[in-house]
């Protein structure tokens, strides 16, 4: 295929750039090679897919409908796709991050797509990759030929559709509208070379017969025509029964044995897939076709080989072909199911063999239907289309032939078997009128690079989740606790200035875009681009990332709470890609090295475990206090089958951790702390604030009335007294809690005051494990408080044990 300059035109449009290409052709011009040539040299993460099984199975890839998940039936395209179960459908993760890391989708046998199953691919991928951009912004690869197979409508789904399309054909989809497509026509004809033959079926591809070239194609009619054995002729019709009947009863006439092959199945294969019969009968004499290349590096055969069957055995069948020196001998050949996975070590999208398919690669082949003979090549074939019904079926029939000379016609070609559709030839035109040349190219290609480049500096998309945190913060703002709003509109008015920085910084790169020259050979963009990545690592980390560190918040609603933190989720992730970018990108910007960091990216994501947010806000003074009290009402939720609130509120919380009541009268003027609230759960709430006042040297107030069935005062360090005395008698901290009605924390922290009288020993508060692990564990880490040190270690070591290692670190 070298000196083809449109074979080379699309593959620098596939490879160079990210336009959308529609590549066609007529038959035989190469679109299948420059597929196979793709996968095995293009650099791109590319996943192919095709409308039926059989094509999916042909061109090694999977069907769009296993791909994508998508419903079978029509997919109208204004349907609410957050609320639609056609989209809503869980996919695996492995799947999420293929689409997300997606550079390249091959559609094969484009043709045969819907308008609708286009626009569904379309919202598929703008659901998981990027919502603003048609296909997600992945680049789109659709090979076929509109002059063959077209879509299939059946009537009730066409009246569905009808309303939003003025055809069934992929082009007239909404993202097809949308993405500005390119389109190529190989026009090198590979098959055939008699340049009036190629006339011939370029006429009848186009609708325009001419009676000259009728003439000389009806001189082929014959319709008394009887082959010889040896000639090697195949019969294509147009309905499957009509195939069937001619090649059984050639296969009964034949007097010789009968040998049934049965296929293989393993795995995962639908039957609908099945690329040959599962009982295969063969006699000797019987004509054959081959349906798959050869898997030998002889090369023996290919799919669409004739030839007559010399010799059976149980495993192997020998072929003679016409015109060939030597019989051929083959056994059994396998089918792959295939469906896309990640490489676990290098994440590169891998093909994952989930079944397989096994059988003798031969078919009956004194007939075969039109539809079935697509894609393939004969010699010698009668050509049977009086009964033509669809678009495309005569020129499938008659391209199939290699020559005129080997062609046979049963029924003369009238106009009437030219079944053209008037929106293909209108499209065919347009995309003619519009080829693309070398000059769209190399602007495609320097575009292409700017579009890159205009990525890695996009801030536009951090204004999104700063704006849902501030709506829902001022929607439920009695609900949060935290310095939240002067934060976030902090962060948006920075956000914005990078924003105009960076358009700035991309207006500027198109005013030094020169024309015939790439952004990557360009010294005045590339000394630019340097210059901004150093800005913007500074800037990001500066006026984005570090201010986000110190963001922290407690609410009491979990559906608020659930929604902040996603929400935060998202904007760290955006913050992650970028320091990352501008992490890694040293100087100068390259296609290739850009695509591979943002492959990288993707699973950078996913590497890190969700962060545990903050849930004591920097300002509260008494943060100890705050845990222990948090601890408490947890410990009370569940005892008694509450929710956490229904025992005090969030706001209730911090109003004890900053007035520090420490009588039951105290405690009723705390808002949300009624007299039921403060009967049942008071004395347990006052036993923690005093406990940690004793600890800390706080003074109290000098109640009489700590509980109010007491009539002694409690002096100061009785409580603690009690706890050892009791923990003395052989109780464990569990049951002197429950006894006391204290939180398990407090009694731990009255016990840990008698480690340094010797009374208690640090392992009697905690296993010698835990003990040696934060020894070791805690000075190397940095923390804020007891809060932000807990997030950072194992949810197996509880506060009192850390406190207990901290003193132990501090006395030390």
């Given at each position: 295929?070298?000196?083809?300059?449109?074979?080379?035109?699309?593959?620098d449009?596939?490879?160079?750039?990210?336009?959308t290409?529609f590549?066609?052709?007529?038959a035989?011009?190469?679109?299948t090679?420059?597929?196979?040539?793709?996968?095995q040299?293009s650099?791109?993460?590319?996943?192919?897919?095709?409308?039926?099984?059989?094509?999916?199975?042909?061109?090694k890839?999977?069907?769009?409908?296993?791909?994508?998940?998508?419903?079978?039936g029509?997919?109208?395209?204004?349907?609410?796709?957050?609320n639609n179960?056609?989209?809503?459908r869980k996919?695996?993760?492995?799947?999420?991050?293929?689409?997300?890391?997606l550079?390249?989708?091959?559609?094969d046998?484009i043709?045969?797509?819907?308008?609708?199953?286009?626009?569904?691919?379309?919202?598929?991928?703008?659901?998981?990759?990027?919502?603003?951009?048609?296909?997600g912004?992945?680049q789109?690869?659709m090979?076929?030929?509109?002059?063959?197979?077209?879509?299939?409508?059946?009537?009730?789904?066409?009246?569905?559709?009808?309303?939003?399309?003025?055809?069934?054909?992929?082009f007239?989809?909404?993202a097809?509208?949308?993405?500005?497509?390119?389109?190529?026509?190989?026009?090198?004809?590979?098959?055939?070379?008699?340049p009036l033959?190629?006339?011939?079926?370029?006429?009848?591809?186009?609708?325009?017969?001419?009676?000259s070239?009728?003439?000389e194609l009806?001189?082929?009619?014959?319709?008394?025509?009887?082959?010889?054995?040896?000639?090697?002729?195949?019969?294509?019709t147009t309905?499957?029964?009509?195939?069937n009947t001619i090649?059984?009863?050639?296969?009964?006439?034949?007097?010789?044995?009968?040998?049934?092959?049965?296929?293989?199945?393993?795995?995962?294969?639908?039957?609908?897939?099945?690329?040959?019969d599962i009982?295969?009968?063969?006699?000797?004499?019987?004509?054959?076709?081959?349906?798959?290349?050869?898997?030998?590096?002889?090369?023996?055969?290919?799919?669409g080989k004739?030839g007559r069957?010399?010799?059976?055995?149980?495993?192997?069948?020998?072929?003679?072909?016409p015109?060939?020196?030597?019989?051929?001998?083959?056994?059994?050949?396998?089918?792959?199911?295939i469906?896309?996975?990640?490489?676990?070590k290098?994440?590169?999208?891998?093909?994952?063999?989930?079944?397989s398919?096994?059988?003798?690669?031969?078919?009956l082949?004194?007939?075969?239907?039109?539809?079935?003979?697509?894609?393939?090549t004969?010699?010698?074939a009668?050509?049977?289309?009086?009964?033509?019904?669809?678009?495309g079926?005569?020129?499938?029939?008659l391209s199939r032939?290699?020559?005129?000379?080997?062609?046979?016609?049963?029924?003369k070609?009238?106009s009437?078997?030219i079944?053209?559709?008037h929106n293909?030839?209108?499209?065919?035109?347009?995309?003619e009128e519009?080829?693309?040349d070398?000059?769209?190219?190399?602007?495609s290609?320097?575009?292409?690079?700017?579009?890159?480049i205009a990525?890695?500096?996009?801030?536009?998309?951090?204004?999104?989740?700063i704006?849902?945190?501030?709506?829902?913060?001022?929607?439920n703002?009695?609900r949060?606790?935290?310095?939240?709003?002067?934060l976030?509109?902090?962060?948006?008015?920075?956000?914005?200035?990078?924003?105009?920085?960076?358009?700035?910084f991309k207006?500027?790169?198109?005013?030094?875009?020169?024309?015939?020259?790439t952004?990557?050979?360009?010294?005045a963009i590339?000394e630019?681009?340097?210059k901004a990545?150093?800005?913007?690592?500074?800037?990001?980390?500066?006026?984005?990332v570090?201010?986000l560190?110190s963001?922290?918040?407690?609410?009491d609603?979990?559906?608020?709470?659930?929604?902040?933190?996603k929400?935060?989720?998202v904007l760290?992730e955006?913050?992650?890609v970028?320091?990352f970018?501008?992490?890694?990108i040293k100087?100068?910007?390259?296609?290739?090295?850009?695509?591979?960091l943002?492959v990288?990216a993707?699973?950078?994501?996913?590497?890190?475990a969700k962060?545990?947010?903050?849930?004591?806000i920097?300002g509260?003074?008494?943060?100890?206090?705050?845990?222990?009290?948090?601890i408490l009402?947890?410990?009370?939720?569940?005892?008694?089958?509450l929710?956490?609130?229904?025992?005090?509120?969030?706001?209730?919380l911090?109003?004890m951790c900053e007035?520090l009541?420490?009588s039951?009268e105290e405690?009723?003027?705390?808002?949300?702390?009624?007299?039921?609230?403060?009967?049942?759960?008071?004395?347990?709430?006052?036993s923690?604030i005093?406990?940690y006042?004793?600890?800390?040297?706080?003074?109290?107030?000098?109640?009489?009335?700590?509980?109010e069935?007491?009539?002694?005062?409690r002096?100061?360090?009785?409580?603690?007294?009690?706890s050892?005395?009791?923990?003395?008698?052989?109780k464990?901290?569990?049951?002197?809690?429950?006894?006391?009605?204290?939180?398990v924390?407090?009694?731990?922290?009255?016990l840990?005051?008698?480690?340094?009288?010797?009374e208690?020993?640090?392992?009697?508060?905690?296993?010698?494990?835990?003990?040696?692990?934060?020894?070791?564990?805690?000075p190397?880490?940095?923390f804020?408080?007891?809060s932000?040190l807990?997030?950072q270690l194992?949810d197996?070591?509880?506060?009192?044990?850390?406190?207990l290692v901290l003193?132990?670190?501090?006395?030390d």
């Open positions: 295929m070298a000196d083809n300059k449109e074979l080379d035109l699309a593959w449009f596939v490879t160079q750039t990210n336009r290409l590549l066609t052709g007529k035989g011009t190469g679109k090679t420059f597929l196979h040539k793709l996968k040299k650099n791109k993460r590319m996943v192919i897919v095709a409308p039926t099984g059989v094509a999916a199975i042909n061109a890839g999977v069907t769009i409908h296993s791909f994508f998940q998508l419903p079978f029509p997919i109208l395209p204004d349907a609410d796709v957050a179960s056609a989209f809503n996919f695996s993760k492995t799947k999420i991050n293929i689409i997300k890391s550079d390249l989708l091959v559609i046998e043709s045969m797509v819907r308008a609708d199953l286009l626009d569904g691919i379309d919202k598929t991928l703008r659901r998981f990759k990027n919502k603003q951009l048609v296909f912004g992945v789109l690869l090979i076929g030929d509109l002059q063959q197979l077209s879509p299939v409508v059946k009537d009730n789904d066409w009246r569905l559709l009808q309303p939003y399309y003025k055809n069934a054909f992929f007239s989809s909404r097809f509208q949308e993405c500005y497509p390119i389109t190529v026509e190989l026009k090198h004809i590979y098959r055939q070379e008699n033959f190629i006339t011939i079926l370029n006429e009848i591809r186009n609708n325009n017969l001419t009676a070239s009728a003439a009806n001189k082929r009619y014959d319709p008394d025509f009887n082959p010889k054995t040896e000639e090697g002729y195949i019969s294509l309905h499957n029964s009509k195939a090649n059984q009863s050639k296969l009964k006439a034949l007097k010789s044995k009968s040998y049934n092959y049965e296929a293989v199945i393993t795995g995962n294969f639908p039957e609908h897939s099945y690329p040959n009982d295969l009968e063969l006699k000797v004499g019987a004509q054959v076709m081959f349906i798959k290349n050869d898997s030998t590096t002889d090369k023996r055969f290919f799919n004739i069957v010399v010799d059976l055995s149980k495993s192997k069948v020998t072929v003679r072909c015109g060939d020196t030597e019989d051929i001998i083959t056994g059994v050949e396998t089918w792959e199911n469906k896309y996975n990640l490489d676990a290098t994440k590169a999208i891998a093909e994952e063999k989930i079944g398919f096994s059988q003798i690669p031969l078919r082949a004194w007939s075969i239907t039109i539809h079935k003979s697509q894609g393939l004969f010699e010698r009668i050509i049977d289309a009086e009964d033509a019904f669809a678009h079926q005569t020129y499938v029939a032939c290699k020559s005129l000379e080997g062609l046979v016609l049963k029924s070609i009238e009437k078997q079944i053209s559709d293909v030839i209108s499209f065919n035109k347009r995309a519009n080829a693309p070398s000059d769209q190219l190399l602007q290609k320097g575009q292409y690079q700017l579009d890159l990525e890695i500096f996009e801030f536009y998309s951090v204004l999104h989740p704006n849902r945190l501030l709506d829902i913060y001022y929607k703002r009695n949060i606790e935290g310095v939240v709003e002067p976030l509109l902090k962060l948006k008015e920075d956000a914005t200035h990078l924003i105009k920085v960076s358009t700035s207006t500027q790169l198109k005013t030094l875009q020169t024309e015939g020259e952004p990557e050979n360009n010294k590339q630019r681009f340097t990545i150093e800005y913007f690592k500074v800037q990001i980390e500066d006026l984005l570090v201010p560190k963001f922290a918040f407690t609410t609603n979990k559906s608020v709470e659930q929604d902040l933190n929400t935060l989720d760290e955006f913050l992650t970028k320091t970018y501008f992490k890694e100087t100068t910007f390259t296609t290739k090295h850009f695509l591979d943002r990288k993707v699973f950078l994501l996913n590497k890190g962060k545990e947010r903050k849930s004591v920097d509260t003074v008494h943060v100890d206090l705050f845990e222990d009290l948090r009402r947890n410990q009370i939720a569940e005892r008694n089958s929710v956490h609130f229904q025992v005090f509120s969030q706001k209730s911090y109003a007035s009541p420490t039951l405690l009723k003027a705390i808002e949300g702390m009624g007299k039921t609230r403060v009967e049942k759960y008071g004395t347990a709430i006052i923690v005093r406990s006042c004793e600890d800390n040297d706080i003074e109290t107030t000098d109640a009489n009335n700590l509980l069935n007491d009539s002694k005062k002096k100061k360090g009785d409580t603690k007294l009690i050892l005395d009791l923990f003395k008698s052989g464990s901290i569990d049951q002197i809690a429950l006894e006391r009605e204290l939180n924390n407090t009694v731990f922290g009255h840990a005051d008698f480690i340094s009288t010797g208690v020993a640090v392992t009697d508060l905690m296993s010698k494990a835990h003990y040696k692990e934060l020894l070791a564990l805690i190397a880490k940095t804020d408080n007891l932000d807990k997030h194992d197996k070591f509880s506060y009192g044990e850390l406190r003193n132990q670190l501090e006395s």
